[in-house]
């Protein structure tokens, strides 16, 4: 039996974008700003939890997603704190599971849609179809089909990783996915979160981009790349689409890196200007002078960047949680 190879052609402008994507990851890897900031870390999470979940018609808005994340009440549909609530749990393996692994997929999708769907972590016993309102427009393989399909995918996936960049494989792979639509309920959730492990398996910075965000700008546009690629029987259209969205993210990932570069700048200076040479101060004392209410944002914004850039030190620097602490400029 011939192995299944996913059609799609690798075009100029594809091959370009991939060039351009590339060199971008080269300069957010020298701003190393994505993966340091814990508050940045969880704010792209939030936002691409939000994004794939309001793509499915989760009416929870940002607000309302990162509370339910931080453990606070939220008035809403139980489903849909559910699904934000596992989506999160989702989310936080994407660094644990083996993104050519079928059993870990099937993990995940447990994990996705825990407490909401019946067959949760396993493949669709029946017919499903894409519907524009009452009218059928796409029938997906029948149930029977899908067990073989997927090994197939994955089988290419593991057998192409050395041979097919890891961008246009990652894409190629989400849309196989939605074709084949395995899961009775979850597929655009866990093939654009899979996308991302993919692709966080090349460079991890990925776990930090919300490339989720940029698809809900485009929603139509993203069904229709999908539709468009049923009806040529290819996945080229798609390919560019998802690549235009990640170079997009990218963009906005690096002018919001910049901006906290400019902000740690803006701070380190805000706390040096609080002190007189050779007079240490405590944190409560640099509290007062910055007119900082918590703890937590100064240690975060104010004194952990200083400390590390060694503008400041400590003055007992073999117990730096001692109560009697106090920082000097240098």
């Given at each position: 039996?011939?192995?299944?190879?996913?059609?799609?052609?690798?075009?100029?402008?594809?091959?370009?974008?991939?060039?351009?994507?590339?060199?971008?990851?080269?300069?957010?890897?020298?701003?190393?700003?994505?993966?340091?900031?814990?508050?940045?870390?969880?704010?792209?999470?939030?936002?691409?939890?939000?994004?794939?979940?309001?793509?499915?018609?989760?009416?929870?808005?940002?607000?309302?997603?990162?509370?339910?994340?931080?453990?606070?009440?939220?008035?809403?549909?139980?489903?849909?704190?559910?699904?934000?609530?596992?989506?999160?749990?989702?989310?936080?393996?994407?660094?644990?599971?083996?993104?050519?692994?079928?059993?870990?997929?099937?993990?995940?999708?447990?994990?996705?849609?825990?407490?909401?769907?019946?067959?949760?972590g396993e493949f669709r016993r029946g017919n499903e179809g894409v519907f524009d309102g009452k009218n059928c427009i796409f029938m997906c393989p029948p149930p029977e089909?899908?067990?073989?399909?997927?090994?197939?995918?994955?089988?290419?996936?593991?057998?192409?990783?050395?041979?097919?960049?890891?961008?246009?494989?990652?894409?190629?792979?989400?849309?196989?996915?939605?074709?084949?639509?395995?899961?009775?309920?979850?597929?655009?959730?866990?093939?654009?979160?899979?996308?991302?492990?993919?692709?966080?398996?090349?460079?991890?910075?990925?776990a930090y981009l919300p490339i989720e965000s940029q698809i809900h700008k485009y929603q139509n546009g993203y069904y229709k790349a999908i539709a468009n690629c049923n009806?040529?029987?290819?996945?080229?259209?798609?390919?560019?689409?998802?690549?235009?969205?990640?170079?997009?993210?990218?963009?906005?990932?690096?002018?919001?890196?910049?901006?906290?570069?400019?902000?740690?700048?803006?701070?380190?200076?805000?706390?040096?200007?609080?002190?007189?040479?050779?007079?240490?101060?405590?944190?409560?004392?640099?509290?007062?002078?910055?007119?900082?209410?918590?703890?937590?944002?100064?240690?975060?914004?104010?004194?952990?960047?200083?400390?590390?850039?060694?503008?400041?030190?400590?003055?007992?620097?073999?117990?730096?949680n001692s109560s009697k602490q106090k920082y000097y400029k240098v």
């Amino acid at each position: 039996m011939a192995k299944y190879i996913p059609p799609f052609e690798i075009t100029p402008p594809i091959l370009k974008m991939v060039a351009d994507i590339s060199e971008k990851i080269t300069k957010l890897d020298n701003y190393s700003n994505l993966n340091k900031k814990p508050y940045l870390r969880k704010q792209t999470k939030i936002n691409s939890i939000h994004s794939s979940l309001a793509i499915e018609n989760n009416s929870l808005t940002v607000e309302q997603v990162k509370d339910v994340i931080d453990g606070k009440m939220v008035l809403g549909s139980q489903k849909d704190i559910q699904e934000v609530k596992n989506a999160y749990n989702a989310y936080e393996m994407i660094s644990e599971v083996n993104p050519y692994n079928l059993k870990d997929l099937k993990k995940v999708h447990g994990v996705m849609t825990y407490l909401t769907v019946e067959e949760s972590g396993e493949f669709r016993r029946g017919n499903e179809g894409v519907f524009d309102g009452k009218n059928c427009i796409f029938m997906c393989p029948p149930p029977e089909r899908v067990p073989d399909l997927m090994v197939d995918l994955f089988t290419w996936l593991k057998e192409n990783k050395n041979q097919i960049h890891p961008l246009i494989l990652s894409c190629v792979f989400h849309y196989e996915f939605v074709f084949i639509h395995p899961f009775s309920d979850g597929n655009g959730r866990i093939a654009r979160l899979w996308q991302n492990i993919l692709l966080y398996n090349w460079k991890d910075i990925f776990a930090y981009l919300p490339i989720e965000s940029q698809i809900h700008k485009y929603q139509n546009g993203y069904y229709k790349a999908i539709a468009n690629c049923n009806d040529e029987g290819n996945s080229t259209e798609f390919i560019a689409f998802m690549l235009k969205m990640i170079n997009e993210t990218l963009d906005e990932a690096m002018t919001l890196s910049q901006t906290f570069v400019d902000q740690e700048t803006l701070n380190i200076n805000k706390l040096l200007a609080c002190f007189t040479e050779n007079i240490p101060l405590s944190a409560k004392e640099i509290m007062t002078k910055l007119n900082v209410k918590s703890k937590n944002t100064l240690r975060n914004q104010y004194l952990h960047p200083a400390l590390k850039a060694e503008f400041i030190k400590l003055t007992i620097p073999d117990k730096p949680n001692s109560s009697k602490q106090k920082y000097y400029k240098v």
